[in-house]
């Protein structure tokens, strides 16, 4: 019900602005003004290109495959959108009750693949066929990496329930103490919270493992340096070439779904998820100030503030690394997945294993 009542809304205001976003801090960064005619400093603008993209005739190509090519852009949202079902929203509102959350995630978010590769072989276009055979060789491929960097978090806190990941980051969790070895080498933050309690902080080892789901997850949304699926220099816009009007706009806002959706599961297994970045400093108690008591009114808002406001960051840094480095060759794009990422990431996790094994 959260994903309806929250995710669905919050997803098409967050599309609206992320778009602007993405137009202002490109243009910064290549010295431009970006949008700026339509409303104050452009803000109108984006709204004013989803207006127009409603009203554009919705063409299907006389030699496409009619219903797989109207289905595709759906099933591609659809699977996006499913994704966020079983997403903590706050300490209390945590989603669907799934006790193998993250198994659901890393299975959900494999899927949209199928409905590229509809997209670009229901197109009858050879620019789209090749860039849906691109997507599916680079988002299998780079699965294997995400996957072990997430299995890193799973083999630490002992769980696959989200909130369960969650709560193991927050200053009332005793047991993580133990957990991650902290209590072994004779310091008790406990009671102290903030920054200090986040996966990447109390297990260094982990930082690294973020490093790796947060290149592949750049591969998993076809974003730059990994937009080769969306080469416009060379295969037009890949898998989506033959599309227009709204199921155009449907296929981007699943591709800005999907950003969210990996930010928001970084953020949930290593920076702290709902949880306050904001210490206990002695008699000074930020963690618990910023926090709010769990079932209040409060506490909703506090936890969700931090949730989202550390995903927009993640957000923010997926777009600045898509207008800062240059497009990778598919060669490039192979080889460091398979002969870089996967090897690091099975080191990874086996020292994560160790790690755990030592500190029973």
Not at 223 to 248: H, N
């Amino acid at each position: 019900m959260s994903t309806i009542l929250f995710f669905l809304p919050f997803l098409l205001v967050y599309a609206v602005f992320a778009i602007y976003a993405e137009r202002k801090l490109s243009a910064f960064i290549q010295d431009r003004y970006g949008p700026m005619e339509v409303g104050y400093y452009g803000l109108l603008q984006t709204v004013a290109d989803l207006l127009k993209l409603v009203q554009k005739e919705d063409i299907v190509p006389k030699s496409a495959d009619r219903i797989l090519f109207l289905l595709a852009p759906v099933l591609i949202f659809v699977f996006v959108f499913a994704g966020f079902a079983v997403l903590p929203v706050t300490s209390v509102w945590e989603g669907a009750p799934i006790q193998t959350g993250v198994f659901y995630l890393l299975a959900i978010v494999s899927l949209d693949v199928i409905g590229i590769i509809m997209a670009g072989w229901s197109s009858n276009n050879k620019y789209s066929l090749l860039g849906a055979m691109r997507s599916a060789a680079q988002i299998i491929s780079y699965e294997v990496p995400l996957t072990l960097s997430v299995l890193c978090v799973v083999i630490i806190s002992q769980t696959l329930d989200l909130q369960d990941i969650s709560m193991q980051q927050g200053i009332w969790s005793e047991e993580t103490n133990y957990l991650f070895g902290i209590k072994a080498l004779g310091i008790d933050i406990t009671n102290v919270g903030g920054f200090l309690s986040w996966n990447v902080v109390r297990m260094p080892l982990l930082f690294f493992a973020w490093l790796i789901f947060f290149i592949t997850s750049l591969a998993e949304c076809n974003r730059a340096p990994f937009d080769l699926p969306e080469a416009e220099s060379e295969i037009v816009a890949g898998f989506q070439t033959e599309y227009s009007g709204f199921r155009w706009s449907v296929i981007m806002l699943a591709e800005y779904g999907m950003m969210l959706l990996v930010s928001l599961l970084g953020v949930v297994l290593f920076f702290g998820s709902w949880n306050t970045p904001l210490p206990n400093l002695g008699p000074v108690k930020l963690a618990e100030w910023t926090s709010g008591v769990p079932g209040t009114w409060f506490g909703h808002f506090c936890s969700g503030f931090w949730l989202i406001s550390k995903a927009m960051l993640m957000v923010l840094l997926q777009m600045w690394v898509r207008w800062t480095y240059p497009r990778v060759r598919i060669d490039q794009l192979m080889s460091l997945g398979w002969k870089y990422l996967t090897p690091a990431a099975l080191v990874l996790l086996l020292l994560s294993g160790v790690w755990r094994l030592f500190m029973i």
